[in-house]
Structure formats: C-alpha cells, structure tokens
C-alpha cells in the first residue's frame, strides 16, 4: 500500500466554482502534513501546512481527520490560476512522502 | 521565505558520463536536504536525504554508487549522476527543510527549482 494516495483527477471546474480534494495516508504516526501546488515543469510550492484543528487560509481550507487518515483541502472560487497539480505530503520520521498529485484544471 | 537554488537546470549530455547537480540554501542554514526524482506525469519520488557532514540514506531501491551525495557544508549538497544512461534522464529536484528559517515552520519543505537531465 503507498504511503500517501491521491485522486489524480482531473478535476475540470469552472471558474468560481468550490472544489475538493482528500488524501488517505497509511501510516497513523505521521507527524506533519501539508499541500503543495506544482505547475507543469516546476518545483513544488508550499500551499499550506495541515493543522490538526483544521486551518483556512483566504480561498483555501484544509482539514485534517486522524481517526480516518485523510487531510482534504477546499477551494472556494476558484480562478484560472488555481489550474495545477495539488500534492499532498505527509511527514513520516523527517521523511516526506508525496501523494501522486490532483490535476485541477479551471476553466472559464 | 526561504530559498533554494539548483545548477545546472537543464543538462543534455551524453551516456556513460557523470552530472553534478548542485543544491543550495540561499538564507538559511540546511542540516538536511532531500533529494527527489520526478519522472513525467508522476509524483516525486524520494531518492535520498542527506544530512550535513554524514553520509547520505538512501532509500530503497536507489543505487548509492550510482547517485554520489556529497553535504559538504550547511548551505550546498551535491548530486552526481554517475556513468549517466537514457533511463537516468528525469527531472531532479532537492529540497531543503527549513529547520530554523525564519519565517517558517520547522518541519517546511522549500524545493529548488529542480534540473531536468536529458541523457542521449
């Protein structure tokens, strides 16, 4: 079973519209999660770190359920520029293991 | 924010030779850096960590004779490619975790804006 496993989509939304994505993880010690954005041919971006209480940040809000082993992040109206792949990491013993990557692809 | 520098960002160059990439932490100080492999349309895929000063751990499966990590200071790792083949062409990308960077959380991962290998 892999460490983290994502939808990889894609999701084709358009503009304004709220989206989700979840995450499952296998390991119930992970520490530290977190959602990253990565455009084509680039470096991952740090989105936003994962908080046990659930942390929202402008359009984004992301949850975190240990019970279930999942983390989902929300987008609330998104734009254009919201189109990317979201990766999902999960931080495991200060090793980080990557989910497979949700495309979004916003349209107008 | 923190930030991480790799050199080259692109490489062609020809099988059976050696690539040193280069990864840097611009304004903070990296005890650890990771290095990564992304191959089109997947996700990264750990390849090692390296810790300043100590060899690097390998994960499994990734050939330390084959992927040299040198850690040499607190700011720049290296990776070579040795005796580079066509399946070794990937995107590689280091990043390094923030550790006391101010600014950020401990655990922060800032990456590098990766190098993509071509070998012919």
């Known amino acids: 079973r892999k460490e983290v496993e994502q939808d990889p989509g894609p999701f084709n939304v358009p503009e304004g519209a709220t989206v989700a994505f979840n995450c499952t993880y296998s390991?119930?010690?992970?520490?530290?999660f977190f959602w990253y954005r990565q455009d084509c041919r680039k470096e991952p971006k740090l989105l936003m770190s994962?908080?046990?209480s659930g942390n929202e940040d402008g359009r984004f809000t992301a949850q975190l359920n240990r019970a279930s082993q999942y983390i989902s992040l929300l987008i609330r109206d998104s734009k254009l520029s919201d189109s990317a792949t979201y990766l999902c990491?999960?931080?495991?013993?200060?090793?980080?293991?990557f989910g497979s990557g949700t495309k979004l692809n916003v349209k107008p | 924010g923190a930030v991480v520098s790799q050199h080259p960002s692109w490489v062609i160059c020809k099988s059976g030779t050696s690539v040193k990439i280069e990864c840097r932490s611009l304004?903070?100080?990296?005890?650890?850096m990771f290095w990564y492999r992304q191959f089109p349309k997947q996700s990264l895929m750990l390849m090692a960590t390296?810790?300043?000063?100590?060899?690097?751990?390998?994960e499994q499966g990734v050939e330390k004779d084959k992927f040299l990590i040198n850690h040499a200071s607190l700011t720049l790792s290296t990776l070579t490619v040795t005796s580079a083949h066509p399946e070794d062409s990937s995107f590689y990308i280091c990043?390094?975790?923030?550790?006391?960077?101010?600014?950020?959380?401990?655990?922060?991962?800032?990456f590098g804006p990766g190098t993509r290998l071509t070998v012919l």
């Open positions: 990043s390094a975790r923030a550790g006391q960077a101010r600014g950020a959380l401990y655990n922060e991962q800032f």
């Open positions: 990491v999960v931080n495991n013993f200060n090793k980080f293991y």
């Open positions: 304004d903070f100080q990296a005890t650890t």
């Open positions: 390991n119930s010690a992970s520490q530290s």
């Open positions: 390296s810790n300043e000063g100590s060899k690097a751990t390998y």
């Open positions: 994962v908080y046990s």
